[in-house]
């Protein structure tokens, strides 16, 4: 192949009838006759075809996808193992070929496949090419003969029930038994019986036929002859007598004596086997009716059965046939006996007597043939596989299937050795239509056939008849010529012929054929001669003498052309100068001169046209040319002119010579002459094009003749393009000038095609033709320079049809968009031909004509005309306009699709996108430019388009999604195949537009992101994205690039391989059983037209529910590896620039680096594959090793939070591959933040800002079956990556698993020998993130008890603030919902801590910063009402500033507002004294201000809280802010609250009851069906192992907080209001109660036995606290004998009267309180009916034995005790004597009697009382 200029190719014409004797013709004397000379030349020579005319293309092989895995359901371990299983073996298969992978593998190893070839996996430029507006087609072959089937027969026998035993004759033809006429010439046959064989002479010849189309009318006419039957011998009836007898021996040796004798031959009988049945649709298999051989193998309906197994054929008597291969083996046994004279209309007579039939079978083999015929059209495309044959454009496309079906399995198997010579015995029987069919003549063929059909006598004879060619009459002893075709195969032109005999007829009648091969030229003398001969048919001793009888002659010129029958008289002589009508006279006549002789003709010629007209312009012509004629040629003007009124057939069948000559006028006829010519051509195109039954726009005669017949026959004619050119730049010239020019120019323009097509042709015919004459030293022919002169013509035509399609396209012609499409085929070609720079004139003149952005339909004009020419094979290896230039067809290009980005009309602008994007997958799979360097030539022709969109971005903005994907598809070709320094030249200019270059890599991930449909469901994976929501991919219908509808159609209709061949076998076991569903379509495009017709396509996923299986599955496979080969492309685009931008020498923002922070951040917060994964982490590491102290610095917080949030969510995935990976990532952020700032709390900050961002994104928890939560897998991956991250052992192979150098983690700083790496430190950040986790955790297992435990769901929330606390922000946010909650409980004592909390952290913050107008000893103050705010937080507040973190939000004000939260909250709590502190910490920030206003305020809160204390202390009943609850846990179904204790502080109206019916409330509902909940009467020590299984048990104990200074070692009980400290803040962390117990195991003793323990139990922490109930972590007890607890008893009651008496009152008014509390203690005190007090004590201890066991000592203690109680109660009535009123009076003197009567009872047992007293 040339790669430059024109290739032509000759192809061998094939011969179209069998021995047609051509020398013949060519030995005439042809100068003489000019245009004979054209016409022979025209049908001989070779046609001549340019080969790379409509483009020659060879792609390399697609690229094979492999499943890409995501993150999602399918991505668990085993699915990874299988794939990469099923994947090994091709990948074995593969690595060792080392054919070139279109990949594009350079030297510099890529990262992913080429994004192109993933985008458009199955890029059919062929494809691409027909949908070009205008698009040539080319005609794979020239029509070499007719066109639709071709049949053979072969005769195999003929058997006779009686035995053959003399020879047969036969012929057979095709016939049209509806019109009865016959359809093509005789094949004629001989059949000899077996002894008169020669050994090698068997007759193997096979006729050829051909068919248009099966009908049911088509039949073969098979007529047999024998030798004339002799009189008195054996009749011919001895072969249909009934009785089966074999022929005698006598009869035998007759029979073969008279065939020897006898030359002549007599009609034996008839069969007509017709071809296809009729009811060709119907055909359903079971055995076709037996006369019709083909009905089978022939028509399509019962294809498949005809293919698979032989056609078992029963024949009509019963007797099996048999096929192999293609033929069918037919047994013809209805052979008719001719009986009397038969014609061809008594064949089809059904009135006809049926004779009894000939007992006997003639077996043929009749076998369809491809209709390319390998033999003679070895140069044709590979037509007979070629699906796309339009060489014999079939009419019946069932043929084409049947023939590409059979054509292999032919190949294979030779017919019964009859293949293994070939066709070398076929004869082609000439068909008769050739003369009839509309379509041009392509071979010589000039016959008469001539049929004598009856001679009428009066008497009986024995005729026969002899038929010769006679040049004249003048002498009739002068032989005949010699042009009579011979009967006998192979043999040469014979004198005459003979007809058979018609033996002992009055008729005679005959059914021969006789061919005669014509004379080139006619006189009017030739003619033909019959001569009737009689013959005898007698044996005698010699053989039998014919007698001539008479004779006829016919001359050829009047009756040649004859279709009707004509009819003779016969001559009884001749004479001489016979066919003079002036010998008429004197000759004698048989019959009485009547016409009895009956004949047809048939001429059948290519040279000789039947229409006067063309016989008028070729003499003309020949006038014309051999100069003969007047100089004028007025003649030759009239004949071309009345060419226009030829009738089309004749016309179109003498279509190539008289194109020919009209050519060769124009190309050297007078100027009149030339534009007659050209007239009369433009108008038979025309007619061509109009009337002929092919719809195309190039009509395929004519585009037969441009690209095979058009020749300069090697230059013995002058080249056309000069005359042409300058006829039509004329007459359009004078169009331009408005001259009228007539209808003919609209013509012209139509067809501008064929004229154009034939300058091109003429050039690159002289190109050759020179180079030929003079070879150039290197292979390439040189482009050819055409001629000034014929160059301005060609512009000057050139511009006026620009002009015609500018004017035309506005009046919206579709006229204009064909010329326009003709005009760029017309450049396309002139490049492969003359030199480009002229062309590239022609380029940019039409260029300027449709400048810029112009009208709609020019631009689309211009769009096709780019389209067309940028797909010339050269165009890559195109040059410049000028020779500094690089390609001048590309740059054009570039400028002006990207004017079409900007153009208005939508669809332009998809179809620009889509021309670029097929012109580079025409690069990048063409087998010529697979080296780098080629690539890397034409990723640089391109580049200037990057640029182009780089420097007007929102032309690009404007697009849509589709056509963005295009764009951007492209742009990554070329930058994958572009070198770096082409790349670093591109970052240089300024930063602006490298951040440009970057924001359109981030488009592609956008709009490339393949999302998995099960991300909808799975918000594990969800692929959130902080900066904002990724727009909605557009619908799958818009998103498939055309060709991949393609792939998908040919992938579903691919077989089901063997599972380990297939890159995704396991999927397809499944799909296929649905393969074969008709209500399922195979082509994707049908898929999405169905999905959308009902209504399916509301969105993409339905879309894609609805698609079939196997294509849903290609398509997700497509989708995927595309998006994976985008990233992985984005990926080594940035890690360049990493590198680049490390060296500083481009153009960037060194102080971010936001190109690679939003290309990372972009590329992490998209849905990637595996391989993507495990690509980025080592790009990941280095950007950060070169980078790091830019990418951790303050400014770039956010992208920190983005990748640290990014990571971590990777470390949640399923896919364990990916989740190790993200570890990794992990680890290396904390290197870089060793190296950075020695330490990660800035880090942890972030870490744990980003936890508990993804907390809220991923589900921690998942549904049980029995409906409650627990932990769910997102969670425990978590945590196991957490835990990982931190794991020393585990690191280095989690590296190396990941591809990353073991030294990842090492930094060690210049000038030191110790990393900075710490792995306590890295400890230390897992635990707090884990810390975090759990408490997340803890608060989403609550869930639908939050509303119901409340005190669960406060401590949760106080957990997740702890958790939190390195975040100040989130540490705070915590704590106000913690402080929400509590006021929703209205523990307003907790809610109060919350807020103080929150201040706390505020104002730490601001002392730390030294910007608030507090200082430590302020925070000190803070921390004695809530101890929980501690110093620890405060030096890492600074250190998490993240961007929206952080202290920057921590003001005064703020700190102010939870301070005034906290005095709001704790005076509703009533606890007073706090109110007061905390208004004191707000006095001084108003006090720096001067609010003077404020301060005002504040003070009189002040007083107000002030006093309310005062109140408190002076209310007779003390006043109590809570009451608390110990409560103790047993029973495993309390999960991690089983034997713990609590103390619960409540509201002081709750009592014990409440509380109890509030727990169990809340427990019970945790119970299930095996658990019960119990609660503990008492409050006895639990012993747990004394607990039954199965039941929960709650311990709930009323306890008094315990005073800072209180004796918790003394007996006395302890009464609240005692407490002498009621001022003091009201901080507990100490509670106690007591329990009464007896040791000698009774439940109820008396008080001697009755023994007393004190619990004092100790909490985590104070109350008030941030929670409602504090772990008991301390517990101790004091036991109190019974002795101790009576002696606590009274002193209780003394001191409680003593301080009655003692407490100071103000005033007198104060009286009358006093008085109601004396009365009550007194009452209590002496009354008599109370003998339980202190009489019962006396009877305990003092009477009896009891007395006894005393010691001493103890028994002094309480006698004391006892006379101190009775002295203060005596003193007491004397006060109350003062106090009381008249109304009292009566109650005094109950008490005095009771004291009295109290003193006389205990004077038994302690007689020195009344002394006492």
Known sequence: MSSNGHCFRRKLRQPVAANLNIDSLLDENLEQLPHLYELVQCYQSDWIKDENKYGHYESVGSISFKNQIFEGPDTDIETEMHLANARQDKIDDNSDDDLPSTSGRQLTEHYGESPLPAYEPVFDWENERSMIFGQRIPESNMPQSPSGLKISVKVLSLTFQAGLVEPFYGTISLYNKDKREKLSEDFIFHILPSEMQDAGSSSESRGVFHLDAPSSSVCLLIQLEKCATEEGGVTPSVYSRKEPVHLTEREKQKLQVWSRMMPYRESFSWAVIPLFETNIGSVTGGSASPSSPLAHSLSGASLQEGVSEPISKVSLDGQMGYSGGNSVVVEVSNLNKVKESYTEDSLQDPKQKVHKPVKGVLRLEIEKIQAANTEYDNASDG????????????????????????????????????????????????????????????????????????????????????????????????????????????????????????????????????????????????????????????????????????????????????????????????????????????????????????????????????????????????????????????????????????????????????????????????????????????????RVQQESVDEAERNIFLVNYVDYAFDDFGGRQAPVYPGLSTVWGSLARSKAKGYRVGPVYDDVLSMAWFFLELIVKSMALEQTRLMYQNPPLGEDIPPMQLKESVFRCIMQLYDCLLTEVHERCKRGLSLAKRLNSSLAFFCYDLLSTIEPRQVFELVSLYLDKFSGVCQSVLHDCKLNFLQIICDHDLFVEMPGRDPSDRNYLSSVLIQELFLTWDHDDLSQRAKAARILVVLLCKHEFDSRYQKPEDKLYIAQLYFPLVGQILDEMPVFYNLSAVEKREVLIVVLQILRNLDDASLVKAWQQNVARTRLFFKLLEDCLVLFEHKKSVDSMLIGASSRSPVADAPMSPKYSDRLSPAINQYLSEASRQEVRPQSASENGYLWQRANSQLSSPSQPFSLREALAQAQSSRIGASSLALRESLHPVLRQKLELWEENLSAAISLQILEITEKFSKASASHDIATDYGKLDCITSVFTSIFSRSQSLAFWKSLFPVFNSVFQLHGSTLMARENDRFLKQIAFHLLRLAVFRNENIRKRAVAGLQILVRSSFSHSTQTARLRAMLTITLSELMSDVQVTQMKSDGTLEESGEARRLRKSLEEMADESKSQNLLKECGLPETTLVDIPEGSTESHWSWPEVKFLSNSLLLALDASLEHALLGSLMNTDRYAAAESFYKLAMAFAPVPDLHIMWLLHLCDAHQEMQSWAEAAQCAVAVAGVVMQALVSRNDGVWSNSHVTALRKICPMVSTEITSETSAAEVEGYGASKLTVDSAVKYLQLANKLFSQAELHHFCGSILELVIPVYKSRRSYGLLAKCHSMLTNVYESILEQESSPIPFIDATYYRVGFYGEKFGKLDKKEYVYREPRDVRLGDIMEKLSHIYELRMDGNHTLHIIPDSRQVKAEELQPGVCYLQITAVDPVMEDEDLGSRRERIFSLSTGSVRARVFDRFLFDTPFTKNGKTQGGLEDQWKRRTVVQTEGSFPALVNRLLVIKSESLEFSPVENAIGMIETRTAALRNELEEPRSSDGDQLPRLQSLQRILQGSVAVQVNSGVLSVCTAFLSGEPATRLRSQELQQLIAALLEFMAVCKRAIRVHFRLIGEEDQDFHTQLVNGFQSLTAELSHYIPAILSEL
């Open 383 to 686: 037509s007979i596989t070629n699906e796309h044959d339009h060489g014999d454009r079939l009419t019946d496309s069932t043929i084409g299937e049947w023939r590409n079906i059979h054509s292999n399995r032919h190949k294979e198997q030779p017919l019964n050795g009859s293949a293994a010579d070939g066709n070398i015995n076929d004869v082609q029987a000439f068909d008769f239509r050739t003369m009839i069919r509309n379509e041009p003549f392509l071979q010589l063929f000039h016959f008469l056939y001539v049929y004598p059909l009856t001679v009428s006598l009066s008497r009986k004879r024995n005729l026969f008849i002899r038929t010769e060619l006679r040049k004249d009459d003048a002498d009739i002893r002068k032989q005949p010529l010699e042009a009579m075709y011979s009967r006998e195969p192979g043999a040469s032109l014979q004198k005459w012929a003979h007809t058979q005999v018609a033996p002992g007829s009055r008729v005679a009648c005959y059914h021969d054929e006789m061919k005669v091969s014509l004379p080139s030229i006619w006189t009017p003398q030739h003619h033909l001669l019959f001569t009737f001969f009689h013959i005898d048919l007698q044996t005698k001793l010699e053989a039998p003498k014919p007698v001539v009888i008479g004779y006829a002659a016919l001359p050829l010129s009047t009756h040649s052309q004859l279709r009707s029958d004509i009819t003779l008289p016969i001559m009884k002589e001749l004479v001489p100068h016979y066919l003079q009508d002036s010998s008429k006279e004197r000759l004698d006549y048989l019959e009485d001169g009547k016409s009895v002789f009956r004949l047809r003709l048939r001429l059948c010629s290519s040279l000789y046209p039947i229409s006067e007209r063309i016989r008028d312009f070729f003499l003309e012509y020949d006038r014309h040319t051999l100069r003969t004629s007047p100089p004028w040629g007025s003649e030759l003007l009239e004949a071309i002119n009345s060419l226009k009124n030829v009738d089309s057939t004749a016309l179109l069948q003498f279509l190539h010579p008289i194109l020919n000559m009209l050519l060769h006028l124009i190309g050297n006829g007078g100027e009149t002459l030339q534009v007659a010519a050209f007239r009369a051509m433009v108008n038979i195109l025309t």
